[in-house]
């Protein structure tokens, strides 16, 4: 069955060659790219596509792989263990390839559009908001080497690539046919699904309904739940999140208390001073003068620059898309 979406991708690579012609296949809701390429010593890429991706690193790589920089400048690896990478939509990433003459690799672009008309209620849109990099999954594996396998024949009924592609989000989403009681709580993947995303988009106020979709449950259910594994309601929890972050920032000494607030979500810096000192028992001052004293200043670690500014990143914290849009 055919599909009017078409994915956008925008990128700028240095010693990569595309070997052959590119092999697709396109279904409801989801197209998929088999690439092979050689690459250089030194090669690189920099990516950011208008849909949300799961990247599948495909073949033997033996020591060589993939170093991915996200939009943090964080660094991810990809190798023979770790061999997928899921890119929100607007997310940019940077990728260095590490001893390897040549590789294959699937990219599957999702209409998230139309897999939510399509899954009855069981796909959001938010789903698809948290960035995955370097992560390992069997079952993915599997599902992935067949996909591919089918862009490079092209000779199967689509019903075949769609199962594959339904299977596949089953696993990475993590969907679930019923709600379990709530007094069981959330599952350790579940758990690590919701906090992940609370941490991506630790700037915003998340909604019981946007937390619940992620993990299929509905919000009284996940409520509950979340309680009941974590012993905080999901909004004292994402306080938490916040306040560990925003230590983490204090202990660099890179940024005012003020541009912390903002960063972290905060309305002003008084309300970010009264939940730190709820949580810590110190106000944020007094915190950061208390870690200088024991530990000293924190050393500042360069981090390599590229020309690959993006006008504005969704998942990144405000002061970045500050800095960018200057």
């Not at 959330?186 to 906090?195: C, F, G, Y």
């Not at 024991?294 to 970045?320: L, W």
Request: with cysteine; charged share 25%.
């Amino acid at each position: 069955m055919g599909t009017d979406f078409r994915p956008e991708m925008t990128s700028s690579i240095s010693g990569i060659t595309v070997r052959g012609d590119l092999r697709w296949r396109a279904w409801n809701g989801c197209i998929a790219d088999l690439w092979d390429v050689s690459c250089d010593s030194g090669a690189r890429g920099a990516y950011v596509s208008r849909s949300p991706r799961l990247f599948a690193l495909l073949g033997e790589i033996g020591d060589g792989g993939l170093d991915i920089r996200d939009a943090a400048g964080r660094r991810h690896r990809l190798d023979g263990e770790r061999r997928f990478c899921f890119v929100p939509a607007g997310y940019p990433i940077e990728s260095f390839v590490d001893r390897l003459d040549a590789l294959r690799h699937l990219d599957l672009h999702f209409d998230i559009a139309t897999l939510a008309a399509q899954s009855g209620g069981r796909i959001h849109p938010c789903q698809f908001l948290s960035p995955r990099l370097g992560f390992s999954a069997p079952g993915l594996a599997a599902l992935a080497g067949l996909i591919a396998d089918d862009c490079a024949e092209g000779r199967r009924d689509d019903l075949y690539g769609e199962s594959l592609v339904l299977a596949l989000l089953t696993d990475l989403l993590d969907l679930r046919q019923a709600n379990p009681p709530p007094e069981a709580g959330l599952s350790r993947r579940q758990m690590a699904r919701v906090v992940d995303y609370m941490r991506a988009n630790i700037v915003r106020n998340l909604s019981l309904a946007e937390l619940a979709a992620l993990i299929g449950l509905s919000p009284d259910h996940f409520g509950a739940a979340f309680r009941a594994a974590a012993g905080k309601t999901p909004h004292q929890y994402l306080l938490h999140c916040r306040v560990e972050t925003a230590k983490e920032m204090l202990a660099r000494g890179e940024a005012s208390l003020s541009a912390i607030a903002v960063d972290m979500g905060f309305s002003d810096q008084a309300h970010f001073t009264r939940v730190f000192r709820r949580l810590t028992g110190q106000t944020p001052a007094l915190w950061r003068r208390e870690q200088r004293a024991q530990h000293g200043p924190a050393r500042k670690s360069s981090v390599e620059r590229t020309g690959f500014d993006p006008a504005f990143i969704p998942n990144a914290p405000a002061s970045f898309n500050r800095r960018l849009a200057t």
